[in-house]
């Protein structure tokens, strides 16, 4: 079984600073109303069901997935802004390039946001790609450069759709089994040229 370890938080904001958009419909849906959480914080535990993980399967092109859980922690900070930070595993199946076959993976990866109201977070996402400061609030105590807030939506963060979203973010788009190779130079005249997975797919499906 394969496994893949994102230790560090995903940044999921393009060259224009705008957050990748995410489905209208969550597979995997945790609503948490932020008016819920106390000064001291919240700690959540998720877990998708059988019919979540099916749906998740579906929609993001994996063979299964076999679990997806994430341990949470949501913090309040200066005004209506939180933090949503923790870990997510999951365990997938998804389809090798190379053999076609399916394979089991493991992943871990680092949850990091931060939320604030839709109007604040529309404001902040204009500063992606410029230097914010400390005295902005959007950069550790290191002076690194944090992604600007997302929004909070009818007064809610999505848990469950933020998990999923970076369970995509840490998929391999082009997953090999392991032990699984190809000769690079079979499938061009130029020995030097080394041929894209999409290429070697082809290959594959026109002598099947």
Not at 41 to 56: F, H, K, N, Q, T
Not at 130 to 140: L, P, Q, S, V, Y
Request: charged share 30%; glycine share 8%.
């Amino acid at each position: 079984m394969k496994s893949r370890s994102d230790p560090s938080p995903r940044s999921r904001k393009g060259d224009a600073g705008n957050a990748e958009p995410r489905r209208q419909t969550a597979n995997f849906s945790r609503l948490l109303k932020v008016e819920d959480v106390p000064e001291t914080g919240i700690e959540v535990s998720l877990r998708a069901d059988e019919a979540e993980c099916a749906a998740i399967a579906r929609s993001d092109g994996l063979v299964a997935v076999a679990k997806l859980e994430a341990d949470l922690d949501v913090t309040r900070q200066a005004g209506m802004r939180f933090n949503v930070s923790g870990v997510l595993r999951a365990q997938v199946v998804q389809t090798c390039v190379v053999s076609l076959d399916p394979f089991e993976t493991k992943i871990r990866a680092d949850i990091d946001v931060d939320f604030a109201s839709a109007v604040e977070a529309a404001k902040l996402s204009g500063v992606v790609g410029t230097e914010i400061d400390a005295g902005d609030g959007w950069a550790d105590s290191f002076g690194v450069k944090r992604d600007p807030p997302d929004p909070i939506i009818d007064g809610r963060i999505d848990l469950g759709a933020l998990v999923e979203e970076f369970l995509v973010l840490s998929l391999d788009p082009y997953p090999r089994k392991p032990g699984a190779s190809f000769d690079e130079t079979g499938f061009s005249n130029n020995p030097l040229e080394k041929v894209s997975p999409f290429a070697v797919l082809k290959k594959l499906k026109e002598g099947s």
